[in-house]
């Protein structure tokens, strides 16, 4: 694992200025080019808004605890599952998009944005687990054997399972804390995690009827992004049904077998009768 850093660069030069965002991005133009594609709008707009919203002071201390946060945490895999990371991390300074992502990759590369990131301890190091974990799902998937060209990544249930299976990692990795933490570090995030869990078959039945009648790029918006969840006022909720999907399958079936369901060619409707399953739930309590 390599850490490809390009903070140092952004806080030696840094000017308030749309010129200096357009030097700095263009001097690591390979590392920036899936986060304007994918990540971020990355406008003159949005360029504008993030340097009214920089603190350096506050990027540098995310920066001085990061480092040695993958460093833990790569070791703690390779000691839990064997796994040595044959990826680069990459640190940047984004414009307020996504604060971590995995590259759409078989074995993924993770860019962290640290204007995005909390700079306490506990908080970063369940984020960094997290991505992590995409990395180790991958890894552990390929060992067994996966015809990757066959994956439906555009699928919403394929990112609702890795986003469950990231989770399950990251509880693994940093372990003991209560479980809305996993799904979002702040702390007044609890009751919505919890409202989640309670509202779990209505929110099923509203993901497979968007399932019919959404698009998947609106589907990512409603249930993966934290600018989402319009229908239930809780932002995320697939994270949620990944999470309960894997939690029931590990439970069901064991960790390996479990977080290697995706490469059944069946896997989408299984998921589907779970999904159903789970909305029967609430017309037995009904009763």
């Known amino acids: 694992m390599k850490i490809f850093d390009t903070v140092p660069f952004f806080v030696r030069l840094y000017e308030p200025s749309l010129a200096f965002l357009h030097n700095y991005q263009r001097a690591f133009s390979n590392t920036f080019k899936s986060y304007r594609k994918y990540h971020c709008k990355n406008t003159i707009e949005q360029k504008e808004f993030a340097l009214s919203e920089y603190a350096i002071d506050h990027i540098e201390r995310v920066h001085k605890e990061i480092i040695p946060i993958i460093e833990r945490s790569a070791r703690a895999y390779e000691e839990q599952y064997s796994l040595v990371f044959p990826i680069s991390v990459q640190l ?29 301890e506990e908080s970063l190091s369940i984020i960094v687990a997290h991505e992590l974990g995409h990395v180790a799902h991958h890894m552990l998937t390929d060992q067994l054997g996966c015809d990757w ?32 933490k996993y799904f979002s570090f702040d702390a007044q995030k609890e009751d919505g995690y919890q409202k989640a869990l309670t509202l779990l078959p209505g929110i099923a039945r509203a993901f497979l009827k968007d399932l019919q009648q959404q698009s998947s790029t609106q589907m990512v918006r409603e249930w ?3 600018r989402g969840g319009e229908q239930f006022e809780i932002p995320r909720l697939g994270y949620v049904i990944g999470e309960q999907f894997v939690a029931t399958e590990i439970e069901r079936l064991g960790e390996e077998r479990a977080l290697t ?27």
Do not use: H
Request: hydrophobic share 40%.
């Open 92 to 120: 940047i300074v984004g414009v307020y998009g996504s604060n971590a992502y995995a590259e759409r990759e078989v074995v993924p590369n993770i860019t962290f944005a640290l204007e995005q990131l909390p700079a306490d």
């Open 261 to 287: 369901l995706w490469t059944e060619p069946n896997f989408l409707q299984y998921m589907n009768s779970w999904l159903e399953e789970v909305c029967e739930n609430e017309f037995k309590n009904r009763s």
């Open 224 to 226: 993966f992004s934290i």
């Open 149 to 180: 060209g066959e994956m439906m990544w555009q699928d919403p249930r394929i990112s609702a399972f890795q986003e469950g299976a990231a989770m399950y990692f990251s509880k693994q990795i940093v372990s003991g804390l209560p479980d809305f």
